[in-house]
């Protein structure tokens, strides 16, 4: 890859990952990190760094001619939850965004996006359990239909204007270093954080919810290699169903028991049950598998192992 990297929303989850894997891997100054803030200091801090308005076209245009950017991440987004209480903002960032960046690869500014959609394409009336890649897609969020939304312009522009954009319909991501903000998935996060700080969670979804989830290290994996894929190997231009594993929040409560013994857990319930009740208990990837040879490697144990030991030695760190 010649050109360098914007990565837009980067100070967020999976953006601040991905710009620390970009640059550990393309050198520091060719990995551009863009966010609404600059709250995160080791995102500032390790390379290139604007503050930008994802909505702003101008601004996106005027970052991405100064530094000569030839691909971009747009990672910026409004989340399932926090989607439902504002849904006209989330409607417009998760669409203006999406519109900016694919205008600039239909001009010819950019050469290439990778953009993320979300198993919150899926609603109540899709099949639940290994949901398929094509199936009946009747989203009930604004965020869901905002990404069913995106992933239909993505085809569009591939097709009509060449555009080479790339997307993965992400499980619920779990990692230690950034949190999640507003989202369904983020007790999957959250568990782990109160496990180690207060031994004790009050869980907002019911026991027996399942979800897929992805531990972040195979999140970026596949998303550098769908990336890297010959674009002759990319069948979809909508978004690639991608899977780890599913699981429940007593499930993720049982096998951190098994590190912490005295771990107790309270299920409360509230507005994101129904959002989690309408989303798939276990994805089919079987495409990203066959186009570009997607495999998962981290299991709920695996997560489990290094959620903890990491969070543990974050905790400790700051009480020196
Ligand atoms: N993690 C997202 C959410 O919970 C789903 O893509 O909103």
């Not at 897609?137 to 954009?165: A, F, M, Q």
């Not at 369904?184 to 869980?203: E, F, L, P, R």
């Not at 897929?212 to 290699?225: G, H, R, S, V, Y």
């Not at 040879?293 to 959620?307: F, N, V």
Request: glycine share 4%.
């Amino acid at each position: 890859m010649s050109g360098k990297i914007l990565v837009i929303g980067a100070a967020g989850q999976i953006g601040s990952e991905l710009t620390s894997t970009l640059r550990n891997s393309l050198g520091n100054e060719k990995v551009v990190a863009a966010d609404i803030n600059d709250n995160n200091k080791e995102v500032v801090n390790s390379g290139p760094f604007e503050i930008l308005d994802a909505k702003e076209f101008s601004t996106i245009k005027q970052c991405v001619d100064t530094y000569n950017i030839e691909t971009v991440y747009l990672m910026a987004a409004m989340l399932s939850a926090t989607g439902e209480k504002y849904p006209e903002k989330a409607w417009d960032l998760n669409m203006t965004s999406l519109f900016n960046v694919l205008n600039l690869a239909k001009e010819g500014v950019i050469k290439k996006i990778f953009w993320p959609s979300s198993i919150a394409v899926f609603g109540p009336t899709t099949p639940k359990e290994n949901t398929p890649q094509h199936t009946i897609c009747e989203p009930t969020t604004v965020y869901g239909i905002s990404k069913l939304t995106g992933e239909r312009w993505c085809e569009y522009y591939n097709k009509k204007y060449n555009v080479d954009v790339r997307s993965l319909r992400y499980p619920g991501i779990i990692s230690y270093k950034t949190l999640p903000g507003g989202g369904t998935t983020d007790y999957a996060v959250d568990i782990y954080h109160k496990a180690v700080t207060d031994g004790h969670y009050d869980c907002f979804l019911k026991e027996d919810t399942e979800l897929p989830m992805m531990f972040m290290e195979d999140a970026i994996n596949a998303t550098l290699q769908l990336m890297a894929a010959a674009e002759s190997t990319i069948k979809l231009r909508s978004s690639y169903n991608v899977a780890a594993f599913s699981i429940t929040p007593k499930e993720v409560y049982e096998s951190i028991k098994k590190h912490i013994p005295q771990f107790t857990i309270d299920y409360n319930p509230d507005s994101r049950q129904q959002i989690a009740d309408s989303w798939p208990c276990s994805i089919d990837d079987n495409s990203a598998q066959k186009d570009w040879q997607w495999h998962s490697k981290y299991s709920l144990e695996d997560t489990t192992d290094i959620m903890l030991a990491q969070l543990k030695a974050k905790y400790e760190s700051t009480k020196n």
